[in-house]
Nanobody, 114 residues
Framework: QVQLVESGGGLVQPGGSLRLSCAASGSIFSGNVMAWYRQAPGKQRERIAT???????NYAGSVKGRFTISRDNAENTVYLQMNSLKPEDTAVYYC????????WGQGTQVTVSS
């Protein structure tokens, strides 16, 4: 069964940190570029970080220097370490491959608020 399961979201104060995890089916994960996406209320889903199977990374300007994407190829898992969180980071966060698999996971809600 093809799956993407995100976890680790929550409510955090501005300046705080969270670590998101995404467990993916091997058919999605193995050998593919993986990415984290997010969708804020009333906005389109955007891709914010990518990582190749070899570990090369790329980030959107809005998160560069604050977020770190990583992957465990043995566990088919991709992570997103988020530091210095801002209210504008509030969104539902998803993972998927690039180009994205047509079916998405349920996402994990991140809310940054005091």
């Amino acid at each position: 069964q093809v799956q993407l399961v995100e976890s680790g979201g929550g409510l955090v104060q501005p300046g705080g940190s969270l670590r998101l995890s995404c467990a993916a089916s091997g058919s999605i994960f193995s050998g593919n570029v993986m990415a984290w996406y997010r969708q804020a209320p009333g906005k389109q889903r955007e891709r914010i970080a990518t990582i190749t199977s070899g570990g090369s990374t790329n980030y959107a300007g809005s998160v560069k220097g604050r977020f770190t994407i990583s992957r465990d190829n043995a566990e088919n898992t991709v992570y997103l370490q988020m530091n210095s969180l801002k209210p504008e980071d509030t969104a539902v966060y998803y993972c998927n491959k690039v180009p994205n698999f047509p079916s998405w996971g349920q996402g994990t809600q991140v809310t940054v608020s005091s």
